[in-house]
């Protein structure tokens, strides 16, 4: 089982930036897809971005393209999330998910009308750390 620890988050003007950084154990990167959602309340939680470690493509939701940024460094066993020119609905809980099952890569859906991940596929969870944007 892998274990996710998510730091880096706190409160930040709106067109600010954040970096969330999520530490794995337990597993190198290069066997994982790491993923991080977002959830506020009394919605669904929301993929936002997905690295596969066997090569690392990268993946975003329309909404945060060219905002965020998702890297690694392999050394550490961390990937971040940048979080650039922040919004007031950037504001939620984000969480780190590993999925150890296929292979390193992302298993992304990819629609005309959107990119997401099924939650089911990510076996681990960090705790889950809050983000919070003021106007």
């Known amino acids: 089982q892998v274990q996710l620890v998510e730091s880096g988050g706190g409160l930040v003007q709106s067109g600010g930036s954040l970096r969330l950084s999520c530490v794995a154990s337990g597993s190198t990167l290069d066997d994982l897809a790491i993923a991080w959602f977002r959830q506020v309340p009394g919605k669904e939680r929301e993929g936002v971005s997905c690295?596969?470690?066997?090569?690392?493509?990268?993946y975003y939701i329309d909404s945060v393209k060219g905002r965020f940024t998702i890297s690694r460094d392999n050394a550490k066993n961390t990937v971040f999330l940048q979080m650039n020119s922040l919004e007031v609905e950037d504001t939620a809980v984000y969480y780190c998910a590993a999925d150890g099952f296929s292979l390193g890569h992302c298993r992304t859906v990819i629609t005309q009308e959107k990119t997401f991940w099924f939650l089911a596929d990510f076996d681990s969870w960090g705790q889950g750390i809050q983000v919070t944007v003021s106007s």
């Open positions: 690295l596969s470690g066997k090569d690392g493509s990268t």
